[in-house]
């Protein structure tokens, strides 16, 4: 048993319908990857943050046992309270690059989804042009088949007389 084919009209109405579709899924994908970029921009960034701070401390910590040395009674106080902030920027920025880590690992399951949807939505619309072509090729048919009988009509009437 063979299901009915639609009219061309309701196949090319269901085909430019799953074309939008597409077109939409498309245009959710740029907003997304734009997010994706986002993300890795900031965790490029918190990076170099994390780096410089690394560097500082280090660079406080071979101060204090060369050149501020000979002043360290007078001010090791300064000293340790500027290590303690140093540490301190550090250990936020790392929590904050966790935090943008999880941001990245969001958006990028929301372009992997948004490239999903795409897929589905060209498969469909794959689907949706073949029965577009069946419909096609279905009227055709008709027409031949009507052009057919009409022809053999024709010809009976003039062989009868």
């Not at 920025?93 to 929301?110: P, S, W």
């Amino acid at each position: 048993m063979t299901a009915a084919l639609p009219t061309m009209l309701e196949a090319k109405q269901l085909h430019r319908l799953r074309a939008l579709r597409v077109q939409r899924a498309r245009e959710r994908i740029a907003p997304a990857q734009a997010e994706v970029d986002k993300a890795l921009a900031a965790i490029h960034q918190r990076q170099r943050q994390i780096d410089q701070l690394r560097e500082s401390i280090r660079e406080l910590r071979d101060a204090i046992v060369t050149t501020l040395a000979p002043a360290l009674p007078r001010w090791s106080g300064v000293a340790s309270a500027q290590q303690d902030r140093l540490a301190d920027q550090l250990e936020r920025n790392e929590y904050g690059l966790i935090d943008d880590e999880e941001t990245l690992e969001a958006a990028q399951e929301k372009l992997q989804q948004a490239r999903s949807e795409l897929t589905r939505a060209l498969a469909r619309e794959d689907a949706v042009r073949g029965l577009v072509q069946q419909a096609r090729k279905g009227r055709l048919l008709v027409r031949e088949q009507r052009a057919e009988r009409d022809l053999d009509d024709q010809i009976r009437p003039a062989a009868s007389r």
